[in-house]
Nanobody, 116 residues
Framework: QVQLVESGGGLVQAGGSLRLSCAVS????????MSWFRQAPGRERDFVAH???????YYGDSVKGRFSISRDNAKNTVYLQMNSLKPEDTGVYYC??????????WGQGTQVTVSS
């Protein structure tokens, strides 16, 4: 059984930083594509960033230059470093693991609130 557990969310002022973590168990972490999504109240879940098994990285346009995704295969963990946070970054942040290009597994989410 695959489990993803996010942590690191919280309340921060605009311009501040947070680092989210997502610990994965139940699969060989190094074979997984890891992604972060977020969902603001009343809105659909949006893509934030992903990191491939090879380390290749892609960001959503709204976070380019401010957020950084990384992975530590020895710790089975993916991170999202969020800098220069804005109120519009507020939402629940979800970690997703993708296996073999088609099987997706989600964490329970962690709340990020950015005050103006």
């Amino acid at each position: 059984q695959v489990q993803l557990v996010e942590s690191g969310g919280g309340l921060v002022q605009a311009g501040g930083s947070l680092r989210l973590s997502c610990a994965v168990s139940g699969r060989t972490f190094s074979t997984l594509v890891m992604s972060w999504f977020r969902q603001a109240p009343g809105r659909e879940r949006d893509f934030v960033a992903h990191i491939m098994r090879s380390g290749g990285i892609y960001y959503g346009d709204s976070v380019k230059g401010r957020f950084s995704i990384s992975r530590d295969n020895a710790k089975n963990t993916v991170y999202l470093q969020m800098n220069s946070l804005k109120p519009e970054d507020t939402g629940v942040y979800y970690c997703r693991a993708t296996e073999n290009g088609s099987s997706h597994y989600w964490g329970q989410g962690t709340q990020v609130t950015v005050s103006s």
